[in-house]
């Protein structure tokens, strides 16, 4: 029974396969084939719009004909008597399977053996058939509809294209061949019916393997392939292999048109999109050096910056969320990359905690000369320099690309208290009179290095002047993610120094907190920038204005003026001497909150203080309120004040200076137009029990200034203000509280959980029309 197929004018006028050209030559298909004496008419594809999803296995009916050579196995072949077997069916890279090799599908099926992949629509015969055509006979595939006929179809013939390839490239004669070729394979990923990552990436893998197996390419047969795959770049990430060979290429010609035309959309794709360079660390090497080869162009890095604005958009918020990310990633690879040998000498090298000898570390030694506050002695001071250059120790440590000159000089960490027995020297003069001999570490790195490291971190300065950008950045730099030998370099903690001031200038708290430590007991940026930290090359202007910006918002507070004066009160003390007005507050401050126990200690911030114009006029201002705080907190007056509604922060405070109100235990803010800011005035009730701020817009930074003073409030409304978790959480320290009303605010149930566990004498709780409701 024989089966041809139809080539007069009556046939559907459907292409069957594209005939593009392999190494071999062109590939076209047969015009007909003989199975048995049963006539059908060939089905010619029609490119209709249609998508599929590229098939790795399913289930289809299969039935295998072998070419009829007699009689009887005509008889044997007829459509009456043919047996259909259902199989499951895996498209392997090399073949075509079965699940069950049984029957039919007892030997797996070549694509090379594969001769046409056809689609037959038969004449009173089951439909959706396909024909695959193969040495001695035809093996007849039946699916359940016309689509997935179509996408058996379209998957046999991706498959059975991608095998030809993979062969035909895998021995590479003549390059002009293969880049034609090449050009063929691009040109059937693009115009493929079929949507799958596979269809793209598989060329790719090809071209990549092609290139790694031959490494003695010429610099424009490089180009012409970079050109003929680019393409497929546009809408998919290059393999890893592929990402090297780019790497090279813009490592050895920089200055190519390529790397402007073709490179440029590929790296603007892998900063797009959701990266993990842990797992793709070759596309992060890869947008590495695409950057440093842009700023090796005549214009450098206006080239660069503006490849970052294209990144950012015109807009004021950049529509990708994830360009930040990827470009701080890339930023720190590189800048990790430029200390590595070093890194990779550690053992050779001095810690970071060696390097901030006397900085961050206490001293066993005490200083040789006592020194006065106000008034040194020339020759005392310098005596002291002569002392501290005889301690001078220096250490090298040398590499094939580095040379590090460590200078590593002692000196004692002032203490907060003197202690009794050494009154009238107290260790906290010491650090006044005399600047802080941070240890210095000046590396020389290679030019290339030197190059790289100055790329980086000007860009990184350059994603600090995006507004959108800024709060991402510091976060993402608040643990402080560099190498120790980078903060131990000069050079860069002298060029990152415009990032920190540009956090330190930026009035969002979620930005110029990220100047803080990230937990207790690591360094933050404040620590490594303040005077006596190891990044630190002024006399503390950025140290002030780190100050003054986190004291302007909700960090003025007692915990953070404690810690100022733990650690950073000599230089505080020091700023304000020469009347900087930010230092000078911070001194009133931890007078008024009682945070220097020490008399002598409080009597030099006195001194210190009354030096100045600007410390002596605000010291007299700090007198006037400590006297009318007396005044306030003498017994008397009401136990109970009710404000009327739409009162304001400056009404409450007028009232309260107007008597005394040492005996005022309840207060009733319900309704009014108070503040945060009316919290400095509440913390000077010493007997307040009750305080009812309902419908106020008494918010976060005023609830930790009250969790701080009023430890024995027993009762507090919140009901309906603008409170959220990150205040919620400070009233964790009011272990007085009984009755707490949350209602309608923007608690959560994990702080409403933990608020519970930590107020045991919590008894009367009200948190309807919230998240933990």
Not at 294 to 312: P, R
Not at 450 to 479: H, N
Not at 717 to 744: F, Q, R
Request: with cysteine; glycine share 4%.
């Amino acid at each position: 029974m024989d089966v041809t197929s139809s080539s007069g004018g009556g046939g559907d006028p459907r292409q069957i396969e594209e005939t593009k050209p392999l190494l071999g030559g062109d590939v076209s298909a047969p015009e007909g084939t003989k199975m048995g004496a049963v006539p059908c008419r060939r089905a010619l594809l029609l490119c209709n719009g249609m998508r599929y999803k590229l098939l790795q296995e399913g289930d289809i009916q299969v039935c295998v004909i072998r070419h009829p050579r007699t009689f009887l196995s005509k008889i044997l072949t007829s459509k009456f008597l043919r047996r259909w077997e259902p199989h499951h069916l895996t498209l392997a890279d090399n073949n075509l399977a079965s699940a069950t090799p049984t029957g039919y599908m007892e030997n797996s099926v070549s694509y090379s053996a594969i001769e046409d992949v056809q689609l037959l629509s038969w004449e009173n015969a089951p439909k959706y058939c396909l024909q695959l055509t193969i040495p001695g006979g035809t093996v007849l595939l039946q699916a359940a509809n016309s689509y997935l006929r179509d996408q058996w179809f379209h998957s046999l013939q991706w498959k059975k294209k991608i095998y030809k390839y993979k062969k035909v490239l895998s021995n590479p004669s003549r390059w002009e061949v293969v880049l034609k070729e090449i050009r063929t394979l691009v040109d059937m990923a693009l115009t493929s019916p079929l949507q799958d990552d596979s269809i793209n990436q598989a060329p790719l893998e090809i071209v990549s393997k092609l290139l790694s197996e031959n490494t003695n390419l010429t610099t424009q047969e490089h180009e012409n392939i970079i050109v003929a795959i680019a393409p497929l770049l546009e809408n998919n990430h290059p393999p890893p292999d592929l990402c090297e060979f780019f790497c090279k290429h813009c490592r050895e010609r920089p200055r190519s048109m390529v790397v402007i035309e073709v490179f440029t959309p590929v790296v603007q794709r892998i900063l797009k999109h959701n990266m993990d360079f842990g797992k793709c660390p070759r596309l992060r090497l890869f947008t590495q050096e695409y950057i440093l080869a842009l700023n090796e162009l005549n214009a450098g890095m206006e080239v660069v910056k503006k490849f970052i604005q294209s990144m950012h958009g015109p807009t004021g918020h950049c529509p990708h969320p994830r360009v930040l990310p990827n470009l701080v990633a890339v930023c720190l690879a590189a800048i990790y990359s430029c200390y590595e040998e070093f890194i990779n000498s550690r053992d050779n090298s001095p810690s970071l905690k060696e390097i901030r000898n006397g900085c961050q570390q206490p001293c066993d030694r005490k200083p040789t000369l006592p020194l006065r506050l106000l008034h040194p002695s020339p020759d005392l001071v310098s005596q002291e320099a002569t002392l501290s250059e005889a301690r001078l120790k220096s250490v090298v440590v040398a590499s094939s690309e580095i040379h590090v000159e460590v200078e590593r000089t002692s000196t004692a960490k002032p203490a907060l208290t003197a202690s009794a027995g050494n009154d009238s020297e107290p260790n906290l003069i010491d650090c006044l009179m005399v600047s802080p001999a941070c240890s210095t570490m000046s590396i020389e790195l290679g030019p290339q290095a030197d190059r790289t490291l100055g790329c980086y971190v000007e860009i990184l300065k350059l994603l600090s002047d995006y507004d959108d950008w800024r709060p991402s950045l510091a976060s993402l730099l608040q643990p402080i993610p560099f190498p120790k030998e980078a903060l131990a370099h000069e050079k860069f903690t002298k060029e990152l120094k415009y990032v920190i001031q540009r956090f330190a200038e930026d009035p969002r708290q979620e930005v110029h907190s990220c100047l803080l430590s990230v937990r207790a007991g690591k360094d933050g940026w404040f620590q490594l920038y303040s005077p006596g930290g190891v990044a630190c090359d002024d006399d503390g202007e950025l140290f002030a204005s780190m100050v003054h910006i986190l004291m302007g918002s909700c960090y003025k507070t007692k915990k953070f003026l404690l810690s100022l004066a733990e650690n950073k009160l000599g230089p505080c003390m020091l700023l304000a001497l020469r009347g900087n007005q930010t230092m000078v507050e911070i001194l009133c401050l931890m007078l008024e909150y009682n945070i220097i126990d020490n008399n002598d200690t409080q009597l030099q911030i006195i001194s210190t203080l009354e030096s100045t114009d600007v410390g002596k006029r605000m010291y007299e201002q700090l007198c006037d309120r400590q006297r009318e705080l007396k005044e306030l907190q003498r017994k008397g007056g009401p136990t109970r004040l009710t404000l009327p509604s739409k009162s304001t922060d400056a009404d409450l405070a007028r009232l309260l200076s107007s008597g005394s109100f040492g005996n005022l235990e309840n207060l009733s803010l319900a309704f009014t137009n108070v503040t945060s800011a009316c919290a400095e005035h509440l913390i000077k009730l010493p007997s307040l029990k009750q305080l009812n701020l309902w419908s106020t817009q008494f918010g976060d930074a005023g609830l930790r200034l009250l969790s701080e003073h009023l430890t024995m409030l027993q009762v507090l409304n919140l009901c309906e203000t603008p409170v959220t978790d990150a205040g919620l959480l400070a009233l964790s320290s009011m272990k007085s509280l009984c009755s707490l009303n949350m209602n309608s605010t923007k608690l959560s149930a994990d702080t409403y959980e933990d608020l519970k566990a930590k107020l045991p004498n919590l008894k009367e709780v009200d948190v309807r029309y919230t998240e933990a409701w």
